[in-house]
C-alpha cells in the first residue's frame, strides 16, 4: 500500500513521469554521446597529426626511383614497407594518392595473442583511393605519378643498396589538434554541469508537487526517514532503467555520426578512427550518469532539518546578491590576471557560479519593474510581467541551465568556426606554392635557384632553408638561447600575403632590408615587441635585426625566426633544405626534368600541395562536425528540460490563467497572452546568454590557449548564429503556449491548494 500511495502521483500525472524519464534518457544519451564524440574526435585528430607527420621512407642507394619490383623485394626480404603513389587519375587537376590497405597490416604491432593479421577496408574518400585504381591493375603508375615506399619505424634490416630518407607530408599540426582537444574537454565537463542542473531542475518540481502527499503520508504515521528512503530507492530504480536506453542510444547516435568516415586512414594508419559496431558499450558513461543524478538529486539529504521533498522548484538563492555579484568579480579578476590554467578554470567556475545565483533573481526583479512601468491603462500588460517575474523565481534552475547551455553552444560554435577559418588560413599560407621540391643533401642548392630563375613562364618560388640559431641576449640567467630558423629568398607573394598578428609598415620589405620576424610562441615567451633589436647567432656571425613582425605558427611549439636568406652568412649549414615553386606556365614534368638534369640525379621528390591541404583538411572538417553535434545535443536537451519545465509549470498555474476568461477575456485572447507569455520568457533567457556566450568564447580563445601552448587564436563571434538560437527559443516558447493552451481548452481546472503545491505565487 505504501509503494502504491508512493506512486500514485505518477499515476493521476503518467506525464510528468514520462517528462522525467525522458530527461534522464536525454541526459545520459547527451553525456554518452559527448564521451563518444570527443573520443572520436580526439583520435581523429590524433590521425590528422599523423597523417602529415615525418617518418621515413626507403630508397635507392643508386639514386634510381623505387619502383613496384623493388616493393616486392623488400617484402620478400622481411621488410614492412608500404606504397604511397601520388598521382593524377583522369583530371590532371586530381591529385590522388594510392595506397596498398594489406600492405599497411605490418606497420601496428597487435597485443600479445591478438592476430597479426591485416584485414583491407573499403577504401572511401578522397585523396585516398586503392593502389590497383591508380596502376590499372598492372602495377605501373602513370607517367605523373611519384611513388614512395614508407618503411616502419621499427624496422632496422635493410638489404644492400637500399637506405632510409625522411618523408613527410606537410606542416605538423600537433599544437592546433591538442589546442582544440584541451578546449573540448573542458566544454564537455561544462555539458555535464548543465545535465546536473537540468535533471535536478525536473526531479524537484515533481517533488515539490508531491508535498500534499508527503504531509498526508506522515499523518498516516510513515515517518521521514523512511520517506527519503522510499523516495531514494524510487530514483535510483528510475535512474537505472533510464540509463540503459540512453547509454545505448548515445552510442548509436556517436556511431551514426562517424559512420563512413576516416575508413582510407583507418586502412593506411592501421588505427580504429571511430567507434565501430564492435565497440564497447561504454558503460562507464552510464555510471558516471547514474552517480551524477543521484548526486544532484539527492544532495539535500546531507543539509540537516531540510528533506528533498520540501524542497521547493524556485530554490531560492540562499546568498545575498552582492555575495553572487562578488563572486563574479572575483572570478573574471582571476581569469585576466591568472598565470596557470587552473586558476582560469577556478576563475571561470567562480563566474558561472555568481551568475547562476544572480540571474533569477536580476531577471525576475527586471520583470517587475517593467510591470510597474506599465500604464493604468494596460493592466494585461502589468499582469503578463509580473506572471514572468514568478516565472522566472519558480524555473530558476532550469533559466540558468538553459542560459549555461546556449552559452556553451555559442562558445563551441564560435571556437569550430574559428579553428576552421584559422586552420584553413594557416595552412593554406604554410602551402601557398603548388609544388614542393626537396632538395637532395648532396645537390646544390644554388645550383636549383638558378635553374628555377632561368626558366621563362615559371610562377613565384622561393628557397626554403630550416636550422638552428642562438639568441645569446634574450635569456635572463645569461644563457643562450637555441631556436628554430626560416629563411626564404626570394621574398615573393607566396608570403605577403600572409596575415600577420602584428607589423611595422611594410614588413616585408622590411625584413628585405635585415629585419627579422618571430613566431608567436617567442614573442610571448621572450616579451619580444615590433621594433625591438634582437642579435642572433647564425653560424660563426652574430646579427642585430630589428623585429618587423609576428606570425602565428599553431602546428608546433618550437620558437621560430624567419628572415630573408639573401642575409645568411656563407658559413651557416641549414639542416634541410627545399623549394616552394608555382609552375605557371611550366608544367610539373618539366621543372622535374631541369632540376634532376641540374643536380644529376635519377629520383626526385617533388609534392602537390593541393593533396596535403586536402588530406589535413578533410581530416579536421570531421572533427569539427563531431564538436557541432555535441554542441546541437547540448542545445536539445537544455530545450527539452526548458519546454517540459515550462509546460508542467504553466500547468501549475492554469488556475491563474482561467481567471482571464473569467474577468472576461475570449479563449483566442487567452491563448494570445500566454504565446507573448512564453515568448517573453525564452527570448528573456536568450538574451542574457549571448554576453555569457561571448564571454566564454574569449576564455577559450585568449586565456586558456595563451597559457596552455603560448598562442592565442583570433576572437570571433558570429551574429548570423545568434539569430538562428533566437529562432529555436521562439519555437520551444509557442510550443509551450499550445500545450496549455490546449489544456486549457478543457474543462479541468486545478484547485488554489493543488496550485499552491506546486509553488504558485498569487
Not at 493592466?379 to 538553459?402: C, D, N, S, T
Not at 620576424?517 to 634582437?534: D, H, I, K, T, Y
Amino acid at each position: 500500500m505504501l509503494i502504491r500511495a508512493m506512486t500514485s502521483h505518477y499515476r493521476r500525472h503518467p506525464l510528468q513521469l514520462l517528462a522525467l524519464a525522458l530527461m534522464i534518457v536525454v541526459a545520459t544519451m547527451l553525456w554518452t554521446g559527448v564521451s563518444v564524440l570527443t573520443g572520436q574526435a580526439r583520435e581523429s585528430l590524433a590521425v590528422s597529426e599523423e597523417s602529415v607527420a615525418a617518418r621515413e621512407a626507403v630508397v635507392r642507394a643508386d639514386g634510381q626511383p623505387v619502383t613496384v619490383e623493388d616493393f616486392v623485394t623488400l617484402r620478400r626480404a622481411g621488410v614492412c614497407v608500404a606504397p604511397w603513389l601520388e598521382t593524377a587519375l583522369g583530371d590532371p587537376a586530381r591529385r590522388v594518392i594510392g595506397i596498398d590497405p594489406l600492405a599497411m597490416a605490418c606497420f601496428d604491432v597487435p597485443p600479445a595473442g591478438d592476430s597479426a593479421v591485416g584485414v583491407a577496408g573499403e577504401l572511401t574518400g578522397d585523396p585516398f583511393v586503392d593502389i590497383s585504381e591508380v596502376t590499372g591493375g598492372s602495377g605501373r603508375a602513370e607517367q605523373s605519378g611519384q611513388l614512395s615506399l614508407l618503411i616502419s619505424p621499427d624496422t632496422e634490416f635493410l638489404p644492400e643498396g637500399y637506405q632510409r630518407r625522411s618523408f613527410q607530408l606537410g606542416p605538423a599540426t600537433g599544437e592546433l589538434a591538442d589546442s582544440f582537444l584541451l578546449n573540448l574537454d573542458a566544454l564537455s565537463l561544462l555539458v555535464l554541469f548543465i545535465t546536473g542542473l537540468l535533471v535536478r531542475s525536473v526531479y524537484h518540481l515533481g517533488l515539490a508537487q508531491r508535498r500534499s502527499s508527503f504531509a498526508l503520508l506522515e499523518r498516516f504515521g510513515v515517518t521521514k526517514s523512511r520517506l527519503q528512503r522510499l523516495l531514494a530507492m524510487e530514483l535510483t530504480l528510475l535512474t537505472l532503467i533510464c540509463v540503459v536506453p540512453g547509454v545505448w542510444l548515445g552510442q548509436a547516435l556517436a556511431n551514426r555520426l562517424g559512420q563512413g568516415f576516416g575508413l582510407a586512414l583507418d586502412s593506411l594508419f592501421d588505427l580504429s578512427l571511430y567507434a565501430g559496431e564492435d565497440t564497447p558499450v561504454p558503460w562507464q558513461a552510464g555510471l558516471v550518469m547514474l552517480v551524477l543524478v543521484l548526486g544532484v538529486c539527492l544532495v539535500d539529504r546531507l543539509i540537516p532539518e531540510r528533506t528533498g521533498y520540501q524542497s521547493k522548484p524556485s530554490e531560492p538563492a540562499v546568498l545575498p546578491w552582492w555575495v553572487w555579484a562578488l563572486m563574479v568579480a572575483i572570478g573574471v579578476e582571476m581569469v585576466i590576471w591568472a598565470f596557470s590554467l587552473v586558476w582560469v578554470f577556478v576563475g571561470t567556475a567562480l563566474v558561472f557560479t555568481g551568475i547562476g545565483g544572480l540571474m533569477p533573481g536580476l531577471l525576475a526583479r527586471s520583470a517587475d519593474a517593467v510591470a510597474r512601468r506599465q500604464s493604468p491603462g494596460a493592466p494585461l500588460g502589468r499582469w503578463r510581467y509580473r506572471e514572468l517575474a514568478v516565472m522566472f523565481r519558480q524555473l530558476a534552475l532550469p533559466v540558468v541551465a538553459l542560459q549555461f547551455a546556449m552559452a556553451t553552444v555559442l562558445a563551441v560554435q564560435a571556437l569550430v568556426t574559428t579553428f576552421e577559418d584559422t586552420f584553413e588560413q594557416w595552412l593554406a599560407q604554410r602551402l601557398s606554392a603548388e609544388l614542393y621540391v626537396e632538395i637532395p643533401e648532396s645537390a646544390s642548392a644554388e645550383g636549383g635557384s638558378r635553374t628555377l630563375a632561368d626558366l621563362n613562364g615559371l610562377g613565384d618560388w622561393h628557397h626554403v632553408r630550416r636550422g638552428k640559431v642562438q639568441l645569446p641576449d634574450i635569456n635572463a640567467e645569461g644563457e643562450p638561447v637555441t631556436t628554430d630558423l626560416m629563411a626564404l629568398s626570394p621574398i615573393t607573394s607566396l608570403v605577403t600575403d600572409w596575415t600577420l598578428l602584428e607589423s611595422v609598415e611594410e614588413p616585408w620589405t622590411a625584413l628585405s632590408s635585415g629585419g627579422v620576424m618571430v613566431n608567436e610562441q617567442l614573442a610571448r615567451r621572450q616579451g619580444l615587441s615590433l621594433g625591438q633589436r634582437l642579435t642572433v647567432g647564425i653560424g660563426s656571425a652574430s646579427l642585430t635585426m630589428p623585429v618587423v613582425g609576428v606570425y602565428a605558427d599553431y602546428g608546433r611549439p618550437a620558437a621560430e625566426l624567419l628572415i630573408d636568406g639573401a642575409g645568411l652568412p656563407d658559413d651557416f649549414t641549414p639542416s634541410f633544405q627545399s623549394f616552394s615553386v608555382n609552375p605557371g606556365e611550366r608544367s610539373v614534368k618539366d621543372i622535374g626534368q631541369r632540376l634532376k638534369d641540374e643536380w644529376q640525379v635519377a629520383d626526385l621528390v617533388i609534392r602537390d600541395n593541393a593533396s596535403i591541404q586536402a588530406l589535413a583538411s578533410q581530416v579536421f572538417q570531421q572533427t569539427f562536425l563531431l564538436t557541432r553535434a555535441i554542441s546541437v545535443l547540448t542545445l536539445v536537451l537544455a530545450s527539452l528540460s526548458l519546454l517540459v519545465m515550462g509546460w508542467v509549470f504553466f500547468s501549475t498555474r492554469s488556475w491563474y490563467f482561467h481567471l482571464l476568461g473569467i474577468w472576461g477575456l475570449q479563449p483566442d485572447a487567452v491563448r494570445a497572452q500566454l504565446r507573448r507569455l512564453a515568448l517573453l520568457l525564452t527570448s528573456g533567457v536568450t538574451l542574457v546568454a549571448l554576453p555569457l556566450g561571448v564571454w566564454l568564447t574569449w576564455v577559450l580563445v585568449s586565456r586558456i590557449n595563451p597559457l596552455a601552448f603560448g598562442w592565442s587564436l583570433p576572437m570571433a563571434v558570429y551574429p548570423g548564429f545568434w539569430v538562428e538560437l533566437g529562432v529555436v527559443m521562439a519555437l520551444i516558447g509557442l510550443v509551450i503556449a499550445w500545450l496549455i493552451g490546449r489544456q486549457l481548452n478543457g474543462q479541468v481546472s486545478l484547485r488554489p491548494g493543488a496550485s499552491l503545491a506546486g509553488g504558485g505565487e498569487r
